[in-house]
């Protein structure tokens, strides 16, 4: 057990390899050893879930591995998992065995297609796996390659524009976050605790003086800032999120799945994991910012996303409306809000993976995605008669994005606003509108696009298939099991959320 996170970090890059050795003229031969790859991945995080101890909020002693990497520095090849990254490594695992199953019918580059996800993959483990600051950085820059490439070739008619923008406003955060690292590194004494994200931990800076351009700065203040920046661009929180729209509206259908599903996720488990664990004070500081911020994030992006008539720009903007929920659920730094965060995190890379998928779905079928077309004209009518297991799916993923009680939206906004009712009550009430927002422009949606005449195109559409069927319903699974019954994840994260909140709660600002 105790190579575990190695074996389920390092599997996907096997599997990269695996491929540039495969003939790429045997097509289904990659695609099947991607998925069995992935499979096996997947499979791996089942065993590490089911030997968690879920009572312990610190690392888990049984699966941690801490070895020299760069000596000379300080650096380490340092893993770990806790309560918070847990989840999140679940939902990795999970979102790229199902995006192989949805990229079967990419014809374009097959080999290197398929060899970029993978290589995608373990780089999104590294982050949530990392416990060196250091190497942290290292996986938070290399994800941008394949996500670059994987955008920029195989995405849509502006796709090296969306895949510029997303590299160049992720690079600006980068810089931003390796400067917090180097001064960390330098105030830290150059100890072997230097990059150690745990070692960092409790606000041990907050007396700490920057002196720069004949100032004497807050250290602490300043350099959560630049933190903050550099993950808030990922989240995106307003006003760093005009990369977005752009990125999933271009993306191919699976790496739109993957941005929306966890990359945006690792926005938020940079302040879990990194900005308010080291700098409690600064975060305590500015968190009605942070809420406020989360308050715009909720109703802009309801807004933007009622004036989308592409579905899939409508879904893109809906993220960043739903990700203002878990901003403000970390903003509240209260046992119930930053539970609801995580479990937000979780159950929106569910909800979305879904609504993306079904969007691909339907792209495949109509080469377009125009709920009203330019010219005025219905994009698509009748969709519900003429598809009708594709539209049962739909129903359920749409409700689900929506927060319908049962289903799993529903228990982690509750939670979140549960959390910061007390401390921000205005926000609060103003929040709820967010939420209304979006049942409205959802509502919209599957009210032009499913009811009304059957256009004569759409009764060319063939309904889902078997393999469509098969990827689309481990995750109505998931929205239904955890709106009903949430305990295996609430238990899986409480301690360590419970440990972290503690932290902040013992800080005096």
Not at 20 to 44: C, D, H, M, S
Not at 167 to 175: A, D, E, K, N, R
Request: net charge positive; proline share 4%.
């Amino acid at each position: 057990m105790h190579n575990l996170l190695n074996y389920i970090l390092w599997f996907p890059v096997l599997g990269m390899l695996g491929i540039v050795f495969i003939p790429g003229k045997q097509e289904n031969t990659i695609r099947y050893w991607a998925l069995l790859n992935t499979l096996i991945t997947f499979g791996l995080t089942l065993v590490l879930y089911c030997k968690f101890d879920s009572t312990v909020g610190d690392m888990q002693s049984l699966f941690t591995i801490n070895k020299p990497w760069i000596p000379s520095f300080h650096i380490f090849y340092a893993l770990g998992v806790d309560g918070i990254s847990l989840p999140m490594i679940l939902l990795t695992a999970l979102l790229f065995f199902l995006c192989i199953l949805s990229s079967w019918t990419v014809g374009k580059s097959v080999k290197s297609y398929f060899a970029l996800l993978l290589m995608l993959e373990s780089t999104v483990f590294g982050v949530f796996m990392s416990l060196d600051f250091f190497l942290f950085y290292v996986y938070w820059e290399v994800m941008l390659l394949p996500m670059f490439f994987l955008i920029g070739i195989w995405g849509g008619e502006n796709r090296e524009y969306a895949a510029v923008k997303f590299f160049l406003y992720t690079f600006f955060g980068s810089i931003l976050m390796l400067l917090g690292i180097i001064a960390l590194y330098m105030v830290s004494g150059q100890t072997e605790e230097s990059f150690n994200i745990l070692a960092l931990s409790g606000g041990k800076w907050s007396k700490e003086v920057l002196n720069i351009f004949g100032f004497s700065l807050p250290f602490a203040k300043i350099f959560f800032l630049a933190m903050f920046v550099g993950f808030a661009i990922k989240v995106p929180v307003f006003p760093f999120h005009t990369w977005l729209p752009h990125a999933h509206v271009q993306a191919p259908t699976a790496v739109s799945v993957i941005l929306a599903g966890v990359l945006l996720k690792m926005g938020t488990y940079g302040f879990l994991r990194i900005a308010f664990p080291i700098f409690p004070e600064a975060s305590i500081y500015f968190s009605s910012a942070i809420a406020w911020l989360g308050l715009i994030n909720v109703i802009y992006g309801a807004l933007c996303a009622m004036a989308q008539t592409d579905v899939k720009k409508l879904v893109a903007y809906s993220s960043v409306s739903h990700m203002g929920f878990v901003m403000l659920g970390l903003a509240a730094m209260t046992v119930q809000g930053m539970n609801g965060a995580v479990l937000q995190m979780f159950n929106h890379g569910t909800s979305t993976a879904m609504m993306f998928l079904l969007i691909g779905i339907l792209y495949e079928r109509s080469h377009h995605r125009w709920i009203v077309k330019p010219d005025g004209t219905k994009g698509f009518g009748g969709l519900y008669t003429q598809l009708p297991r594709y539209s049962i799916v739909f129903i359920i993923a749409m409700f689900a994005s929506m927060g319908l009680p049962g289903l799993s939206g529903f228990i982690s906004e509750a939670l979140i606003f549960l959390g910061i009712y007390q401390k921000f009550t205005t926000i609060t009430a103003l929040a709820l509108f967010g939420l209304l927002i979006g049942a409205a422009y959802l509502l919209w949606m599957f009210k032009r696009m499913f009811f009304g005449p059957v256009l004569d195109e759409v009764k060319k559409y063939n309904d889902m298939n078997a393999r469509e069927i098969f990827y689309m319903v481990p995750l109505c699974v998931c929205v239904v099991v955890f709106g009903i019954f949430p305990s295996p994840l609430l238990n899986m994260m409480k301690a360590s959320v419970g440990k972290l909140v503690s932290m902040l709660a013992g800080i005096h600002v």
